[in-house]
């Protein structure tokens, strides 16, 4: 079985396609796959872009061209819920797309065609996620500047939101939150990829599971914070995850 390694940006990636046995380089639909194994398993490495449509690409290539038994997405996010703070992790319970809007024809949020706001994602490999988010916050203590003073990072399990936006004002993102809560929706982190994945994994029947490290609080220093935390942190700490993702797989 093949598994997917999907990241949104290169710095994430970088120390897993160093890592790769018998690397192969192959193009296809514009993008670059790495194949190879990984810890004794057959993987897949790639890069989604960014924004869902280029995901959904991507994700769908993975499944067709490559074979991918299963995805597993790391990457960053803007924490938005209470207590998410620079450089906790959060691991996907399920995805709401936040400018999904179709109403007055469906509910606001609903997916059309699938009678549904929320995708939920793999619960089995969730909880691999979480057991190896918490190894890793546990080995990287110190290797977060997150201005937290003595608080210890957390790892947080629940619901991320993906939408074609950079949320990056306080005003804007406090506005989202409270819309989305109102309607049920709690959400912990926001994105611009994984509702799209998880979105293609649905329609094959391939198991999903997401890790985001918080890279900013999608406020008015959001763009400043993102850029300098996948610089610094971002490369080191998905290859940590994945690395350890793979190891109990």
């Known amino acids: 079985m093949t598994t997917a390694i999907l990241s949104a940006l290169a710095e994430e990636q970088s120390g897993l396609v160093a890592s790769l046995q018998h690397p192969q380089r192959r193009v296809h639909a514009g993008r670059v796959f790495w194949t190879g194994s990984l810890h004794g398993h057959s993987v897949v490495l790639a890069l989604s872009g960014i924004g869902k449509v280029a995901a959904a690409t991507t994700a769908t290539a993975l499944i ?40 007055p024809l469906f509910p606001r949020w609903e997916l059309p065609g699938y009678a549904r706001a929320r995708l939920a994602c793999d619960v089995a490999l969730s909880a691999l996620l979480l057991e190896a988010a918490r190894a890793c916050l546990i080995s990287a203590e110190g290797l977060f500047d997150s201005n937290n003073g003595d608080l210890a990072q957390q790892v947080h399990h629940g619901l991320m939101a993906s939408g074609d936006r950079f949320v990056s004002a306080a005003h804007e993102s406090d506005r989202l939150r409270t819309a ?67 190891q109990r797989l």
């Not at 293609?200 to 935390?229: E, K, M, N, W």
């Open 64 to 103: 067709e061209r490559f074979g991918a038994a299963r995805i597993v997405f790391t990457g960053v996010a803007g924490g938005v819920g209470d207590g998410v703070r620079v450089g906790d992790v959060v691991v996907a319970q399920d995805y709401v797309q936040h400018d999904m809007d179709a109403s």
């Open 180 to 246: 989305l809560r109102e309607a049920g929706h709690d959400v912990l982190a926001v994105e611009m990829e994984g509702a799209a994945v998880a979105q293609v994994c649905l329609d094959y029947g391939v198991p999903f599971a997401a890790v985001r490290t918080i890279s900013d609080r999608a406020d008015d220093a959001a763009h400043g914070d993102f850029a300098q935390f996948v610089q610094t942190v971002a490369s080191r700490y998905a290859d940590h995850m994945v690395q350890s993702f793979l």
